[in-house]
């Protein structure tokens, strides 16, 4: 475990897992952020601050736990075989499918919610509050669906747990400086609290397609295929470009609406 730490393979190795972790823990630190507006505003930050270090110390234990026994995980449960549907699942194409079907059902509800609701402000402040200990029973829930996400993206590009546990720590840490600054941009910029939703939603899909081609799923013969990371990111990507030129075009449009005002 020691003698290749110090290696420059092991630091390429730390720099692109760390950046990956980041990456994957966006995901994660968007739902916390989702979750915890729903408690007290009072305990809404502190809320968001432990679910996310529930979120590094769950990472840690579920890698160490991984490691002795991810080959138990990739054993098929059960296996279904006809003309029309075909599958063979495991323990961890089940929990990237049920987590998928949550995001999915978390998004689609919060949507709703918003364009149901008449006053959006005033609907938010009076809405009813979830507990402390409800909210954080289900960020603890779904931590354990992002952390098997990422701690075997891990395991894939190393075997050394001192690496990957310095990395999981770091993203963790980054984590941490950026959940405020990510709930204050929310606030002030209502509109991409849409976009983070439908990316949660495009997460929901991603975890779908995924579960589906761990559990070797097949409709007539057509496999069900992964939703790569880059077409993820590209989409992403897009999203976001729409979104800052429709905000940047919706300004000036209000603008010029006022100068013909005066």
Same mark, same amino acid.
């Given at each position: 475990?020691?003698?290749?730490?110090?290696?420059?393979?092991?630091?390429?190795?730390?720099?692109?897992?760390?950046?990956?972790?980041?990456?994957?823990?966006?995901?994660?630190?968007?739902?916390?952020?989702?979750?915890?507006?729903?408690?007290?505003?009072?305990?809404?930050?502190?809320?968001?601050?432990?679910?996310?270090?529930?979120?590094?110390?769950?990472?840690?234990?579920?890698?160490?736990?991984?490691?002795?026994?991810?080959?138990?995980? %990739?054993?098929?449960?059960?296996?279904?075989?006809?003309?029309?549907?075909?599958?063979?699942?495991?323990?961890?194409?089940?929990?990237?499918?049920?987590?998928?079907?949550?995001?999915?059902?978390?998004?689609?509800?919060?949507?709703?919610?918003?364009?149901?609701?008449?006053?959006?402000?005033?609907?938010?402040?009076?809405?009813?509050?979830?507990?402390?200990?409800?909210?954080?029973?289900?960020?603890?829930?779904?931590?354990?669906?992002?952390?098997?996400?990422?701690?075997?993206?891990?395991?894939?590009?190393?075997?050394?747990?001192?690496?990957?546990?310095?990395?999981?720590?770091?993203?963790?840490?980054?984590?941490?400086?950026?959940?405020?600054?990510?709930?204050?941009?929310?606030?002030?910029?209502?509109?991409?609290?849409?976009?983070?939703?439908?990316?949660?939603?495009?997460?929901?899909?991603?975890?779908?397609?995924?579960?589906?081609?761990?559990?070797?799923?097949?409709?007539?013969?057509?496999?069900?295929?992964?939703?790569?990371?880059?077409?993820?990111?590209?989409?992403?990507?897009?999203?976001?470009?729409?979104?800052?030129? %429709?905000?940047?075009? %919706?300004?000036?449009?209000?603008?010029?609406?006022?100068?013909?005002?005066?």
């Amino acid at each position: 475990m020691f003698e290749n730490l110090f290696t420059i393979d092991s630091l390429i190795t730390f720099l692109i897992l760390t950046a990956l972790e980041t990456v994957l823990g966006f995901d994660n630190l968007l739902y916390i952020s989702i979750e915890s507006k729903k408690v007290d505003p009072a305990r809404e930050a502190w809320v968001r601050r432990t679910g996310i270090l529930l979120a590094i110390g769950l990472r840690v234990v579920l890698l160490f736990v991984v490691l002795q026994l991810i080959a138990m995980f %990739q054993e098929p449960i059960f296996e279904t075989h006809s003309m029309i549907f075909n599958a063979s699942v495991s323990g961890h194409s089940l929990i990237v499918l049920f987590g998928g079907i949550f995001l999915i059902y978390t998004a689609i509800k919060e949507i709703y919610h918003m364009i149901g609701t008449p006053h959006f402000e005033h609907g938010a402040e009076n809405a009813p509050r979830r507990s402390v200990a409800v909210a954080l029973t289900w960020i603890l829930i779904m931590n354990i669906v992002f952390s098997f996400d990422t701690v075997l993206s891990a395991v894939a590009l190393t075997k050394n747990f001192i690496v990957m546990t310095a990395a999981i720590l770091i993203s963790g840490a980054l984590m941490v400086l950026l959940a405020d600054k990510v709930s204050d941009f929310l606030k002030k910029n209502r509109m991409y609290e849409v976009l983070g939703l439908f990316v949660l939603l495009l997460v929901g899909f991603m975890l779908l397609s995924e579960g589906g081609h761990l559990a070797h799923l097949s409709f007539f013969g057509f496999a069900v295929e992964p939703l790569a990371k880059s077409t993820f990111y590209f989409i992403l990507g897009t999203l976001l470009i729409v979104e800052i030129i %429709q905000s940047r075009y %919706q300004k000036r449009i209000l603008a010029e609406q006022e100068r013909e005002k005066h």
